[in-house]
């Protein structure tokens, strides 16, 4: 069997290297079955080959990138978010989701955006954020309603249900979502769905102590089933429900049922399972002899398959089935026997563990050399870019005052002329009315000018002000030639900011009056990315259109101050941004990847910064939920409810 696995191994690497060539030849022009066959091969195969899939969807999103087919790139970035999810990759695995849940929304395929929340809820299960995982939930449920899909509504509910039991929710919440999810696989008569239903309410109620609720659901689950080897799972819950309700005969029936299943089926593991079972229940009827006869019985399986740790388990109820019976020799015989394989175990389990560690150490220092020679070359790169930006700058700012300074000469020589005129007394009254008409020319061209130097000239200046404040890290600090260069190019860039800030008179009625509010912010994040510290993510959907000045600018102002605490504070190399209307409200979701903060500190949470934005919530009668742990990065939940008849 061993010198054949290999073989099979090999086998499908050829078949996946083949299956990715020929993919590769249909770049240039796209065959759409051909991206769908990838994704089902990658589906199939990440759990054995998880790498191989992984390098599957990467292909699939290359091609799909380059023919702009954004159904193969949602394939793609499915497959990428369910694999760097599993290797533990959180905040990689959630922006590929949010990358699914759009295109399928674009693409109004909200079944597919519904699936994809679901997975997300799972990524934010899995990492402690429950709050996240039941929004995205309910996201889920929304973009469900338009595919009148019952399957997948029902699937949803007990997902709901599932989460409140984890998460300790009010139990008339949990049942009601059973309840629907109940209905609708009744309706469609699914069997499958049912089974699981049952089980997971089942599981619920035994969580819960209350055995005669779940016995009488694993009862239902014993009549729908076919499948011989879930029957052994459910015959296990039901043996269950009867010892703790004292049944101890009916159980005993259950776990003989098992026991004959399971050697029929050939499960060697489900048969030691059932002897431990059956001992159990007889060491808790107080027939010793019966006990240690069932746990010599599942001995007898673990010690061919070699499981040290159930084998030291059992010694240690041998242990207790003969100290039960007084043969306490024997009873020490068995209790030296777990003492020495539990610590063979540890032992075992601290070798693998240091060479598990050794083995991530050398990966890290390979990373960190790796690490460092990038960031020499980042470095050196940079060094000349601030050298060259800020000649341009330079440049930029001198040609703006020789021209100012020529047209002033001009307007200096005309006025020069026309007083001469005057005096001279050969001035007449068309001469006047063209010497008013061109006063008032030149006062509009440099309001022109104006506005010109505020809205692009000064956006310039305050980008090139923030990449040098991103680059200004990466400086070598030992080379006082370059920190003098540098801090002289960004002394000149403040006086033109401030000298262009002047000159504009702050014009217009700001970015939010001009450009609207989703504008705005798309502005503010593409302004924050170019520092190439912190990746903004911005997305909105069905924003009212008679939304008022006065909540888009309040909106706006959230948005900047969260920016402020998010550079300040949060070490954050990415954030979020989702702005989402509905029929009685306006939500917006903030998120981070940052180091997260103490949210029960009183000090943190009435800082100026927070204190800012919840005040800003209230004067639009909204409120604002915080979902932070510390070291987790940071997500604001707001709600503004829309009643533009009030002020």
């Known amino acids: ?91 990689r695995a959630k922006w590929y989701m949010n990358s699914v849940i759009d295109i399928r929304k674009d693409l109004q395929d909200y079944e597919g955006a519904a699936y994809a929340c679901i997975t997300l809820s799972y990524i934010y299960q899995n990492t402690g954020f429950p709050d996240s995982a039941f929004l995205v939930m309910y996201n889920a449920l929304k973009y469900q309603e338009p595919t009148q899909n019952e399957a997948l509504l029902g699937s949803i509910h007990l997902q709901l249900a599932y989460l409140g039991s984890i998460y300790n929710h009010d139990e008339n919440e949990i049942i009601a979502h059973f309840e629907k999810a109940k209905s609708i696989a009744k309706s469609h008569n699914d069997t499958t769905a049912l089974i699981e239903l049952y089980s997971q309410w089942g599981s619920f109620y035994t969580e819960k102590d209350q055995f005669d609720k779940a016995l009488s659901l694993f009862l239902k689950v014993a009549d729908l089933i076919s499948d011989q080897s879930t029957l052994i799972t459910n015959n296990n819950n039901l043996a269950l429900c009867y010892v703790e309700l004292k049944a101890f005969e009916v159980a005993s029936n259950y776990y003989h049922e098992n026991l004959t299943l399971s050697k029929t089926l050939h499960f060697p593991l489900e048969e030691a399972t059932s002897y431990i079972n059956l001992g159990v229940l007889h060491h808790r009827l107080l027939q010793a002899d019966s006990s240690e006869h069932y746990y010599l019985k599942a001995l007898e399986i673990y010690q061919i398959t070699n499981n040290k740790v159930e084998i030291a388990g059992i010694y240690e109820r041998l242990a207790a089935s003969n100290a039960q019976k007084e043969d306490y020799e024997q009873a020490l015989a068995y209790h030296v026997k777990f003492t020495e394989l539990s610590e063979e175990i540890i032992n075992e389990e601290r070798v693998s563990s240091i060479a598990e560690m050794q083995v991530k150490y050398d990966t890290h220092q390979k990373e960190l050399a790796l690490q460092l020679s990038l960031e020499e070359e980042k470095t050196q790169k940079a060094q000349k870019n601030v050298f060259i930006v800020g000649s341009l700058v330079l440049a930029l700012l001198l040609l703006i005052a020789i021209l100012v300074f020529i047209q002033k000469q001009r307007v200096n020589k005309k006025n020069r002329l026309l007083q001469e005129r005057k005096m001279k007394g050969v001035l007449d009254a068309q001469e006047l009315k063209t010497y008013q008409a061109m006063m008032q020319g030149q006062e509009e061209e440099r309001l022109r000018i104006s506005a010109d130097l505020h809205d692009r000239l000064g956006s310039m200046l305050s980008t090139v002000k923030l990449l040098f ?80 000045l006065k909540v888009e600018t309040e909106l706006y102002r959230i948005v900047q101050e969260t920016f402020n605490n998010v550079i300040k504070h949060a070490q954050a190399s990415e954030i979020n941004i989702q702005l989402n209307g509905h029929s009685t409200e306006i939500n917006l979701i903030i998120e981070d990847n940052g180091v997260g903060f103490d949210s029960a500190n009183k000090k943190i949470t009435n800082g100026l910064g927070l204190q800012s934005i919840k005040n800003r919530v209230s004067l639009l009668a909204g409120t604002c939920h915080l979902d932070t742990v510390k070291g987790r990065g940071t997500t604001f939940i707001i709600d503004i409810p829309i009643n533009w008849t009030n002020d």
Do not use: W
């Open 1 to 91: 069997m061993t010198s054949f696995q290999p073989f099979i191994c090999n086998r499908v690497s050829v078949l996946i290297l083949g299956l990715l060539g020929a993919f590769s030849v249909q770049a240039t022009v796209i065959d759409t079955q051909a991206i769908y066959n990838q994704a089902v091969l990658a589906h199939q195969i990440q759990g054995s080959y998880p790498d191989s899939a992984y390098a599957i969807a990467q292909e699939m999103e290359r091609v799909s990138m380059e023919s702009n087919y954004q159904e193969g790139i949602a394939f793609a970035h499915m497959r990428m978010g369910y694999l760097d999810n599993i290797r533990g990759r959180n905040t």
């Open 469 to 548: 404040s991103g680059l200004e890290d990466k400086l070598d600090r030992q080379q006082e030639s370059n920190q003098t260069q540098y801090d002289t190019a960004k002394n000149i860039i403040d006086d033109a900011c401030t000298e262009i800030r002047r000159i504009s008179h702050n014009l217009g009625a700001g970015m939010v009056a001009n450009f609207g509010l989703e504008n705005a912010i798309h502005e503010l994040c593409d302004s924050i990315s170019q520092s190439d510290t912190l990746h903004c993510k911005f997305i909105s959907h069905s924003l009212p259109e008679n939304i008022p």
